[in-house]
Structure formats: structure tokens, C-alpha cells
């Protein structure tokens, strides 16, 4: 017989969904003003890009602190600290003058956003029984889905009619709203059953997850290993995992214990939570400045377009809750295999493409991200002993914002080189030799040895070169999802409760 959901469990379900709409919202928001960004700061694209990326840096480094900090503190103040330095961090983020100052308020946001998600979802999973864990994830993404769609569709709006400053502002009510069923529905659950804090451990793998990041992200700038710093950082990430390993092998207290690690669903799961997390934000990254630069879209038309993703995600919602009771390996199969078709009509845009095309893309591989996540979480948690909850979850909302910083980082690398390289060939095309091609051109704006005519083919030369860029890094939207699917039917599947 089913269960049914009691109040103290839909309260719950409200807190989490708050919290969650409140990060996702705003990680959103930002993607969509990082053109806006780009001009009001003096920032070139690859720079622009250190907002998001050294966000999604800090709260990974900062997640493996979760489980730790949940023993010290409980749920209810971890999660009220968390949301209340969270919302004032978007507050600084407005009030920053300098891309420098940005980078830190963001990096501060990020450490505070941390714990959000894992403490949200460990809650989730130790307030409602294993029966009811799909549909409670899936309740509690229906919340969270609220994030991707307000936060493209209110801080375009907002950065278009007012300021990019404002994207952040708005963030503070949402933020205050939060803290009440906080304090109302959580308590402080798993205060002071933690162990000693790790700090070697949390040290070693801050320390490599920031210089990996610092890899990717300034690899392109520097000539990747022709440059000293490059093969110090590489070398240093290298090493600080290494020493991780080693010490959590023989630590008496490890920032994780060994147990976690020997959970065959668990492993897995964070393996594929690695996977979704290159697949969440990255089309939110490429989309805005493609529609910006190459389309000419205002922001609030932008926004709109990429909140259709989350519009996607909250229709997977109406069928993901009976597909992962019925077959959870299939249905993140073909969650993935979804969002793969999707990656295969992004690579086959093209400069004359419409705002359905965008807007399909989005829905699609929305549907696809929204159908994969929940039998993903229940697979990678359904074996794993309750005590170990909140250590799995800060593992698995770490791989996820690794995966995402790095793949975007990864895709901008893609996209700068393939672009240089599609503007030289093009470049080279343009010839008084061969006139056949240039014709029309010659007959509209003048001889090729015009500064009219070379400014103009100079122009258009490098929006197709960057378009040819934007599809490359698209193709990585497509082979990462389809090398993941066959690996879903890899999990074991849990015996339903009699």
C-alpha cells in the first residue's frame, strides 16, 4: 500500500524547494547577463566566463564540507547560514564595481551555496521512506526547475529594463523568503554525531579542484603546457589528488569514509552525476552570447528562450516518477539518449536559425536532463546505508559542479580554437581571384579593395567563423550523453520493499 505524504513531509518538500529555486535561479540569471556583463566590466569572453566558472569552483571545493559541517551545526543552522551569507553575497555581487571584486563576491556566493543542494537532497532522502523516493525527487524538482526557468526569464527582463546589477538585487527577497519555512519545518537533525574534521583532506582536494579549474580556464590564454604556470598548476592538481587518495587510505578520520566509496550504486552514481553536471549549464553558457553577438537579441528575448529549458524539465516531471518505479535504468538511458538527439540538432544550427529552433533545442534537452536526474539519485542512493546520506550527496553535488565548471571551461576552449581556425580559412578565401563567389557582394558594397567591403566581409568572416565555433563545442553536448546511456544498465536495482 502507498504511503502517504504527511504535512511535516510537504513542509519539508517547500523548504528544500525554495532553497533549491534560490541557487538555481540565480546560477541562471547570471548566464543570461554575462554579455551585459562583458561591456559594463571591460571583459573579454573567455574572462566574462570566470563568473560562472569560478562560482561553480568555490561550491565545489566548498561542498565536501557538507557532511562535516551538518554534524557540527545541524540542518537547520547549516541551512539557515547557508541561505542567509548566500542572499547577501548576491547583494555584494550587485553593489561590484570591477570584475575583480565580482570574481570574489562570487567566489564568497558559491562557498555559501554549497551546501544547498546535497543538505537539501540528503534531507529529501532521510525524510521520506525508499518508496517514496522518486516521487518526492520528483516533487522536489518540480521546485527546482523554478530556478532555471525565473532566473533566465526575470534577470533578462530585469538587466534589460533596468541594470545586470538588478539580476543580483533580486535574488535578496527570494533569498529572506526562504529562511522562514527553515525555521519552521527543519530541526537540528545529525548535530553532534560528526567525527574530527579533516582538514589535510579538505585542504588536498580544495587545492586540486581549484588548480584543474585554473588548468582549463587559462590553458587557451597561456599556450597550455608550453607555459610554466600551466604545468605548475597541472602538476600541483596531479599531486593533491594523489596525496588524497593516499591519505584517505590511511587517515583514521578521511573527509569521507571508506564505506561510501564501497557502495557499487554510489560510485556509479557519481560517475554519471559528473556527466550531468557538463551537460546542466553548459548550453546556458554558449546560447546567450550566441544569440547576443551573432543575432543581435535583446536580453529579455534571450532569457526567454533559454528558460524553455526548464520548461522541458518540469514536462519530464509529468512521467519521470512512474518511469523510474517501472525501469530506473532505462529511463536514465533514455534521459540521456534524449538529451544526445538534442545535441545533434544544437550541431546542425546555423546562422539563419529562428527562435523555434533555439526554443525546441532547449525544451528537448530540458526534457531529456529532467527525465535522466531522478532515477539517476535514486539509483546512486538506493543501496547506501542512511548514516552515509549526507557524505554521498556532498560527493555527488561535488563531481556535478566539477563536471560542469570544467566542461564549460572545456567548451570555451573548443569554441576559441575552432573559431580562430574557421576565421583564418575563411579569411584566406576572400581573393580579388576569385571574383564568381564574391560577385553579389562587389555589386552591393564596391570593389573588394574598398574599407567598405573588407569591413563588412571582415564582420561577417567572423560571426560564420564564430558560428562554426558555437557547433563544435555543441557536438560535446552529443558524445558525452551517448557514451553514458549504454553505462545506466552498469547499477544494480534495489529489491522493492514488500
Known amino acids: ?13 517547500l523548504t528544500v524547494q525554495l532553497c533549491t529555486v534560490l541557487f538555481g535561479a540565480t546560477v541562471t540569471s547570471v548566464t543570461v547577463i554575462l554579455p551585459q556583463m562583458k561591456g559594463a566590466l571591460s571583459a573579454t569572453t573567455d574572462q566574462i566566463a570566470w563568473i560562472l566558472t569560478l562560482n561553480l569552483v568555490a561550491t565545489a571545493a566548498a561542498t565536501p564540507l ?12 547549516l541551512m539557515l547560514g547557508s541561505v542567509i551569507g548566500f542572499t547577501f553575497a548576491s547583494a555584494a555581487c550587485g553593489f561590484a564595481d570591477t570584475l575583480e571584486t565580482l570574481l570574489v563576491f562570487r567566489v564568497i556566493q558559491g562557498a555559501f551555496g554549497a551546501p544547498i543542494f546535497p543538505l537539501g537532497q540528503s534531507i529529501i532522502l532521510a525524510r521520506f521512506h525508499r518508496e517514496q523516493h ?26 534589460d529594463a533596468l541594470d545586470w546589477r538588478c539580476a543580483f538585487f533580486m535574488m535578496v527577497p527570494l533569498g529572506l523568503a526562504a529562511c522562514i519555512p527553515i525555521i519552521l519545518s527543519l530541526k537540528n537533525e545529525e548535530q553532534g554525531i560528526g567525527r574530527r574534521f579533516d582538514f589535510i583532506g579538505f585542504l588536498l582536494i580544495a587545492v586540486a579542484v581549484g588548480s584543474m579549474q585554473l588548468v582549463f580556464d587559462r590553458g587557451q590564454r597561456l599556450d597550455w603546457f608550453d607555459s610554466t604556470e600551466i604545468i605548475i598548476e597541472a602538476s600541483l592538481a596531479a599531486a593533491c589528488i594523489y596525496f588524497f587518495l593516499v591519505h584517505a587510505s590511511f587517515a583514521r ?63 519530464s516531471f509529468f512521467v519521470v516518477a512512474q518511469c523510474t518505479r517501472l525501469n530506473p535504468r532505462a529511463t536514465l538511458a533514455a ?21 523555434a529552433d533555439v526554443m525546441w533545442t532547449n525544451i528537448i534537452h530540458g526534457f531529456g536532463f529532467g527525465l535522466a536526474y531522478t532515477p539517476m539519485a535514486v539509483l546512486a542512493f538506493s543501496t547506501l546505508e542512511p548514516r552515509l546520506l549526507t557524505q554521498g550527496n556532498a560527493i555527488f553535488s561535488l563531481l556535478r559542479m566539477l563536471g560542469s565548471s570544467i566542461f564549460i571551461s572545456i567548451t570555451l576552449v573548443i569554441f576559441v580554437q575552432s573559431s580562430a581556425g574557421a576565421y583564418a580559412n575563411l579569411s584566406s578565401l576572400i581573393t580579388p581571384f576569385d571574383g564568381g563567389r564574391l560577385d553579389p557582394w562587389v555589386a552591393q558594397f564596391g570593389e573588394i579593395t574598398s574599407r567598405t567591403f573588407q ?17 563544435n563545442a555543441f557536438h560535446l553536448l552529443t558524445i558525452m550523453p551517448a557514451l553514458a546511456a549504454p553505462l545506466a544498465f552498469c547499477f544494480k536495482v534495489r529489491p522493492r520493499d514488500g
Open 335 to 355: 534521459g540521456l539518449l534524449i538529451q544526445a538527439g538534442a545535441g545533434v540538432w544544437m550541431g546542425q544550427l546555423d546562422m539563419n536559425m529562428t527562435s
Open 253 to 315: 578520520a578521511p573527509l569521507f569514509e571508506a564505506a561510501t566509496f564501497k557502495d557499487r550504486n554510489l560510485v556509479l552514481g557519481v560517475c554519471f552525476a559528473l556527466i550531468m553536471g557538463m551537460l546542466q549549464y553548459t548550453p546556458m553558457v554558449l546560447f546567450p552570447s550566441l544569440l547576443q553577438d551573432l543575432r543581435g537579441y535583446p536580453d529579455s528575448i534571450v532569457g526567454y528562450l533559454i528558460a524553455t529549458r526548464g520548461v522541458g524539465n518540469f514536462l
Open 66 to 77: 557538507t557532511g562535516w559541517l551538518a554534524s557540527k551545526l545541524g540542518w537547520r543552522k
Open 134 to 159: 522518486p516521487m518526492a525527487l520528483m516533487m522536489w524538482g518540480v521546485g527546482g526547475v523554478m530556478g532555471p526557468i525565473l532566473g533566465p526569464t526575470f534577470g533578462g527582463m530585469v538587466a
Open 455 to 471: 569591413q563588412l566581409a571582415g564582420e561577417e568572416v567572423r560571426r560564420e567563423a564564430a558560428m562554426i565555433g558555437y557547433l
Open 1 to 13: 500500500m502507498a504511503r502517504k505524504i504527511t504535512p511535516k513531509q510537504w513542509l519539508t518538500l
